[in-house]
């Protein structure tokens, strides 16, 4: 997929982002969203990759894999508490069989996920809960798994993970599932 001036406009683009995009010579979109993360503009990375989202099948797929790259952080420092990891499975459970039993689990585990959340301020928590609310409103939720996977890297740099790897691991999954 290119990029073009007028994609951006269609998009509602901020004038920055249209200016910065203007200013460059790159028009694929998968290498402007990894060149982003790169240059330290996460943000306007997960801006690109939620406009290309087209259906609630990848925006689900996306939101549960951005809550599972941060999930481990999560169960590290809360072992006891599977809400977050119950939710991500009713997404899961959802994408094999969308049907009123996987919904209303979907419903319950999203909800309990974000209890949790909640309660432990945890980024990554929100991020599994929004997983499973994806399944539920496609691509508002997607984005919003998206962009707590995202905020929740900040608690993957204190544990010693590259935030930047896994905003790009992220990125790199949303460009198989986009097919750009």
Known sequence: MKITKDWL????????????????????AAKIMLGLIECGRSEDSRWVMRKLITTKKQ??????????????IFEKK????????????????????????TK???????HAAEASAAATAHAAAYAAAEAAYAA???AYAADTAVTY????VTYAFAAGTDKKEVQLKIANYAIKVLKL
Do not use: H
């Open 149 to 152: 996977a995202f905020a929740a």
């Open 136 to 138: 539920d409103y496609a």
């Open 104 to 110: 209303e689990a979907v419903d319950t585990a999203a």
């Open 78 to 101: 809360y072992p006891e508490d599977k809400r977050p990891r119950n939710a991500i499975n009713a997404a899961k459970a959802w994408l094999k069989n969308s049907c009123k039993k």
């Open 59 to 72: 925006a689900v797929l996306i939101a549960v894999f951005a809550a599972e790259c941060v999930l481990d």
């Open 9 to 28: 406009q269609k998009n509602n683009a901020c004038s920055g982002g249209v200016e910065r995009f203007l200013s460059q010579d790159e028009t694929d």
